[in-house]
């Protein structure tokens, strides 16, 4: 099996993102009001032990992700943005799958991180991708 293809390698990859968008959104809140932002992103994502240390790890070697670059959002706006950025990478997702580009693997994984995709669709998904790379070689 590749790398491309690597399902338990590209789910780690998917939930590592869903904790760097928890993050994103959550993070810098939480940090400024109780100066552990951390531990408010571990909770918010139902983290696993692996995952607590794996998130205070990236917040030492990484603590731009504590402090707010971007304007403040409210929840709606949070889903809004979500919502258009996870629509976005499922039409990268199509396009890639349309010129027949194992890329589109990648952005099925983001639309999943996002929200956009279930679990199901983005097995149903992946596979199509595999067997139609598979299918020109």
Excluded at 20 to 29: H, M, T, V, W
Excluded at 103 to 129: I, K, M, N, S, Y
Aim: with cysteine.
């Amino acid at each position: 099996m590749s790398e491309v293809d690597d399902p338990k390698r590209r789910l780690a990859l998917i939930r590592q993102r869903e904790i760097l968008l928890a993050f994103e959104e959550y993070g810098p809140g939480y940090h400024r009001v109780t100066g552990d932002g951390c531990r408010y992103v571990a909770e918010i994502v139902n983290a696993t032990r692996d995952e607590w240390e794996w998130i205070y790890a990236h917040a030492r070697t990484h603590p731009e992700v504590l402090i707010q670059a971007e304007p403040a959002r409210n929840p709606t706006q949070w889903r809004q943005l979500r919502r258009e950025q996870g629509e976005a990478a499922f039409r990268a997702a199509d396009a890639a799958f349309t010129a027949g580009d194992t890329a589109a693997l990648d952005h099925l994984d983001e639309a999943q991180a996002l929200g956009t995709l279930g679990p199901e669709q983005w097995e149903r998904l992946r596979l199509a991708v595999i067997t139609t790379a598979d299918g020109a070689r």
